[in-house]
């Protein structure tokens, strides 16, 4: 009995760390302002593809000024999938969005002791744990930019690493399908952050199986990374592939420049400004973007026992490279920030689609909250603090130091009483259904309509009456008396492949006029009493990458029936 508490205490106290940095994630009728403010919108958008029958959701009805949006084709929405479980509990969207970003904190906290312990015990866990979740840049992601799925990729980081390490060193088939979950829950998560994030998997990959020599391994690891491409192919491949029907060129333009998003060492170590500005040429951003003191100074202090360590023992060890990996891995990261990187940026093209430099905070924060579990191993094998009262009392002071320090970043600047109804009426709504509206917009639109639709159907030519307009997530159908010999009908949706119209149940052909600015459908229909259905249909990049999800999520849940034979003759 006292080992299991024992077990679980730890672990445990994780948690309630991650609540205290979440805690007023947690009142009611409580909202603030946040850069991306889009997230009770898009888990309102991803309810009503489930309730319509749209899985995966790929098309979204109200964004896009109200006249539809590929969104979920090329946005990752597997946070709002944790959300959604949250509106199954009768949680209103206010409080689903700070949940989730609450469940993402813990977790992250929960994945790195997972990962942490395993080479610097349960207090190097624990310590990692309680840096990684306290981190000021994991604040900024959630309290001032209200970056979901970026905060979110956090949680994956520490457990692939954990995943590969377990794989390579044991071989066991649960870490196998641990990593497979892993991996494409990140891919799942955050384009970038795996763009990002795949060089340290690749080296730390790599180290690993030089170190246990155990190439035979990699046939697993090759597996593990194929089923996780399986599992997440319904998004990733229209994602990579159906780019060139929207425009992808404002991702990388204006604003979205990395040119102008540097930060200053000053800002990187230095400063104890916090602000909900926005980033901006030079040093006059309103947005901070701290390593934190207590983590750079834990990363130097490390470097430093370290390097005490291996000259008093005359040797390296495992542990040793990965404390000293971790710390690479984290002054990369702010490296990667800062202007001086510019060559690197300059000379690898595809990193403009990181936009901000300073996203690499996300290494920076990885690599230094293990680095500071380390500490625990390093007054061990050094030989000072042998009695593990003083090693408690270690990790007991500089928990509370970190979290004392960054107390007041990790809560709104801004904040206020909103309820679900104002947040989807008035104003408010207005602006959700207009933000964001470059990020994928339809191709044929050569500009982005100026106001949100009046109706769903337009009559451009002809003599029409129009009723019974009615439309869902990717459809649409109407009702039209025509009096001239032929009209020209106007619909107010961004045509997008594969929008398909049906007239009297027979197929028509769709078009953009060559006048249109908007990228709008349009169809010609002959004189009569009309029945008009419009259908979004799936492209077959489309069809195949689903075919692909679904095969591979059937060959993980048959795993559990009648697998585990097959898969210990065959992958071991």
């Given at each position: 009995m006292k080992k299991n508490i024992k077990k679980i205490i730890i672990p445990l106290l994780v948690v309630v760390v991650g609540v205290l940095a979440s805690l007023t994630l947690f009142k009611h009728n409580f909202y603030f302002n946040m850069h991306d403010d889009l997230q009770m919108m898009r888990q309102l958008q991803l309810e009503k593809c489930f309730a319509d029958g749209q899985i995966p959701c790929r098309w979204v009805p109200d964004m896009g000024y109200g006249h539809g949006f590929p969104l979920f084709n090329y946005y990752p929405q597997l946070p709002y999938l944790f959300g959604q479980v949250f509106r199954l509990f009768g949680f209103v969207f206010n409080d689903v969005a700070k949940l989730t970003f609450a469940l993402g904190i813990i977790a992250s906290g929960v994945g790195m002791y997972l990962m942490s312990k395993e080479f610097f015990g349960k207090l190097g866990g624990?310590?990692?744990?309680?840096?990684?979740?306290?981190?000021?840049?994991?604040?900024?992601?959630?309290?001032?930019?209200?970056?979901?799925?970026?905060?979110?990729?956090?949680?994956?980081?520490?457990?692939?690493?954990?995943?590969?390490?377990?794989?390579?060193?044991?071989?066991?088939?649960?870490?196998?399908?641990?990593?497979?979950?892993?991996?494409?829950?990140?891919?799942?998560?955050?384009?970038?952050?795996?763009?990002i994030f795949v060089p340290v998997a690749a080296l730390w990959t790599i180290g690993w199986l030089v170190a246990e020599k155990n190439w035979k391994i990699i046939i697993k690891l090759g597996l593990s990374g194929i089923l996780s491409l399986g599992l997440s192919a319904f998004f990733t491949l229209p994602a990579i592939f159906e780019q060139k029907y929207v425009h992808i060129d404002t991702l990388v333009t204006g604003y979205f420049q990395y040119h102008a998003h540097f930060a200053t060492i000053y800002q990187l170590f230095i400063s104890r400004f916090w602000g909900d500005g926005p980033s901006a040429f030079g040093v006059n951003d309103g947005l901070a973007f701290p390593v934190g003191h207590v983590h750079w100074i834990l990363a130097i202090i490390v470097t430093i026992l370290l390097v005490v360590k291996i000259i008093k023992t005359k040797k390296i060890i495992n542990f040793d490279l990965i404390a000293l990996f971790a710390i690479l891995v984290g002054t990369m990261g702010a490296f990667m920030s800062h202007q001086r990187s510019f060559f690197i940026w300059e000379n690898l093209p595809v990193l403009e689609f990181v936009q901000f430099p300073w996203r690499f905070l996300t290494l920076n924060v990885l690599g230094y909250s293990i680095a500071g579990g380390a500490l625990v191993y390093l007054v061990k094998e050094i030989g000072w603090l042998k009695k593990s009262i003083w090693q408690y009392l270690l990790v007991a002071a500089i928990s509370l130091l970190v979290i004392i320090i960054n107390w007041n970043f990790f809560k709104p600047i801004h904040s206020g009483p909103m309820s679900d109804e104002e947040k989807f009426s008035g104003e408010a709504w207005r602006i959700q259904t207009q933000a964001g509206i470059l990020d994928y917009l339809p191709i044929q639109a050569k500009d982005d309509p100026p106001s949100a639709r009046n109706s769903l159907v337009d009559v451009v030519d002809g003599k029409v009456e129009v009723s019974n307009e009615s439309y869902g997530t990717d459809w649409a159908k109407f009702d039209l008396e025509i009096q001239s010999t032929e009209a020209k009908i106007r619909v107010n949706i961004f045509n997008y492949p594969i929008w398909k119209a049906y007239v009297d149940g027979v197929e028509t052909k769709i078009y953009v006029d060559d006048n249109e600015e908007w990228g709008r459908i349009y169809i010609d229909v002959s004189s009569g009493n009309r029945e008009v259905y419009l259908k979004l249909n799936n492209t077959s990049l489309r069809n195949v990458a689903n075919g692909i999800s679904v095969v591979a999520w059937l060959v993980l849940i048959s795993y559990f029936f009648w697998g585990k034979k097959i898969m210990n003759g065959r992958l071991t």
């Open positions: 624990i310590l990692s744990a309680i840096l990684y979740i306290w981190a000021p840049y994991h604040s900024l992601d959630i309290y001032v930019r209200g970056a979901m799925n970026e905060s979110w990729a956090f949680v994956w980081f520490p457990i692939i690493l954990w995943g590969i390490y377990k794989l390579v060193k044991e071989g066991k088939n649960k870490y196998f399908i641990i990593l497979s979950l892993a991996i494409s829950a990140l891919l799942l998560t955050h384009n970038i952050m795996v763009m």
